[in-house]
Structures are given as C-alpha cells and as structure tokens.
C-alpha cells in the first residue's frame, strides 16, 4: 500500500499528498484540515466519506476530449489545500465537518457508477489531492470494472501523487487560475511555479490533461495575463491540449465583481487563437461549443450546455480528412 508521508522530526510528519508538504504535529491536521497526523502516520479523514456525489455528464467537468456524450460518476469530500475566494462549491471545500453518517467503500462507489451506467468515476467538487488515498483506492477497483478515472483539480498535486497517479488517473482537468505569481500567493494560497511543473508533469506523464481558467474581471482578465497563459498552453504543453475559459459569476467572498463579459470571452478565445491553440471552449455561458478538425475544419463534435448534438469521429478520426483527435476516445 502506497503511502503518502514521511518522517520529519520527532513530533512530526510530512504530508506529501500536496505541494504544501505540511510538517504535521501529532493529533493536528494540515492546511486542508482533513489529513491528520495520529501518532504512527497521517490518515486521511475523511476516507469513504464523500459529502457530494451525482451522475454528471462528462461535458460538465468540464472534459470535451475524453469520452464525449458520456457519464461520469462525480464523487468529493470536504476539505481543500487553497482558499480562492471565488469557489463555487465553497461550502463543502471550505468546512472540515465531516458527516460521518454514512461510509462508502471504494467497493460501494465503484458499484454506485457502475449501477448509473457510468463510464467514469470523476473525483471532484473539492480538492481530489487531499483525499488521494480513497481516490486511488477506488480508481483501482474501478479499472478492473472497465471504469476511467479522472482528476477535477487545481494542481497542487505534488511530484510523488504524480508519479503515483500513472496507470491510475486517465484524464484530469488542471485550473490554471492565473499567471500572477503575488495573486496566487495572497489571494489563492498557492505557488504559481509549482502548479506549473505539476501541470507539465500530467503531461509528460501521458495523463490526458484540459486546462480550465475561470476569467474573474479585474483579478486575472488583463491581455497580458490571458496571454500569458495561452502560451504557456502552446509552449510548454501543446497547442493540442484544450483551454477551458469560464465565465466567473459573483460567490463567496467575490460578491462585488461583476460577471464575466462575453466581450472579455471573446477576447480570451482571439487571444488563445493568436497563440496557435486548436482547441478553446468557452464555458458557464450557455453557447455551443463544436470541435473542429484542425486540419480541415470539419465540425466533429458539436455541443450545447452540456450536452453533445453530434458526434462525428469515426474511431478518433475525422470523417473527411483522417485526422486523429487528441484525447481519449471509444
């Protein structure tokens, strides 16, 4: 059985499920607020105690290259490793009250998928990093049932959860959520570096990755940023690899900042094209987002909502040209 912590000094231990790497005293948990130190080593809380759990379309991951018009089993806990102060799911990322009523094994969400026709399991709504331990042990048990497994994250994985997740994860969603450096220290509790070897890592590591930016105005909407990180994309990953941009609506702690133009949408999408990305969908607005073929534009699969119109990949391909679509298909 993996484990995911070390010895740091008489009183503590290395958490080294995240980036953090809290050095955990005994009976105190680390910035997520469910990884505890219990003496010998650090358990997980909140193990086999899901707080969410739906039958979601894929689309909504949001994933639009990995099995497309299929359903993914949903599944999150409470507990994260930062703090945004736009989260949507705030009210079960942010608590560490752990609803104890009701256990489910690994055994239990696998046959839940399953029993819903799912052909994924989708570890999601809160931070995954933080609740690896269940999360791999279901991925296993689900592989052998035919299952995909898939990251929803913000990619403070750290190097080891990596590493691990190979053969394991087959996809994940990776928030890229700004290029500032200060932002995502003061504002987010993270470091901006760190995500971005961590998102190069999924890569290398032949894990299908998406990257999602939510566009919150004044906070990370500037040309400069939005080009930043379309290259960032081209570059460092792939102009393959799909750029998610979201439009932010006004929770948590962000109750004054409006929402999300369709003007500043538009701008990122003509920002993302300059940069050469194939593939760029626009979320949270409601339009429909098609796949093109990159090569001789034909429409492949066209959405709306969250919802798949048509799909016209004939193994992967498209139908007039032969072209290969990135990601993972039938």
């Not at 484990?3 to 005994?26: A, M, V």
Request: charged content about 20%; glycine content about 6%; hydrophobic content about 35%.
């Amino acid at each position: 059985m993996s484990k995911f912590y070390k010895p740091y000094s008489e009183d503590r231990l290395i958490c080294t499920l995240c980036n953090h790497y809290c050095k955990i005293k005994k009976n105190q948990t680390g910035i997520c607020g469910v990884n505890k130190n219990i003496g010998e080593k650090i358990e997980c809380l909140v193990y086999g105690y899901p707080i969410a759990m739906a039958v979601d379309p894929i689309e909504k991951k949001p994933l639009y290259h990995f099995l497309p018009d299929s359903k993914a089993f949903s599944i999150g806990t409470v507990g994260c490793n930062l703090k945004c102060p736009f989260c949507q799911n705030w009210n079960i990322s942010q608590t560490v009250h752990i609803d104890k009523s009701r256990y489910f094994s690994a055994e239990d969400i696998v046959y839940l998928s399953l029993e819903n026709s799912c052909q994924s399991i989708a570890y999601t709504y809160n931070e995954p990093t933080i609740f690896y331990p269940y999360a791999r042990d279901i991925a296993i048990k689900a592989q052998k049932k035919g299952l995909k497994n898939i990251f929803v994250t913000n990619g403070y994985e750290s190097k080891e959860v990596i590493e691990d997740m190979v053969g394991v994860i087959d996809g994940a969603n990776i928030d890229l959520k700004s290029f500032n450096k200060t932002y995502y220290q003061k504002e987010l509790g993270a470091n901006l570096e760190k995500i971005l070897d961590s998102i190069k890592l999924f890569v290398q590591k032949g894990i299908w990755v998406e990257i999602t930016t939510l566009i919150v105005p004044t906070k990370n909407d500037s040309d400069s940023e939005l080009k930043e990180i379309a290259n960032f994309i081209a570059k460092e990953l792939g102009v393959y690899v799909p750029w998610h941009i979201s439009a932010f609506h006004p929770n948590y702690k962000e109750q004054n900042l409006p929402r999300t133009s369709i003007e500043i949408l538009n701008r990122a999408y003509n920002i993302g094209k300059e940069a050469g990305l194939n593939y760029i969908y626009m979320g949270n607005i409601g339009i429909e987002n098609s796949t093109n073929c990159p090569k001789c534009h034909t429409t492949l699969i066209k959405r709306e909502y969250f919802g798949v119109q048509e799909n016209n990949l004939i193994d992967g391909k498209c139908p007039s040209c032969g072209y290969k679509l990135e990601g993972v298909f039938q």
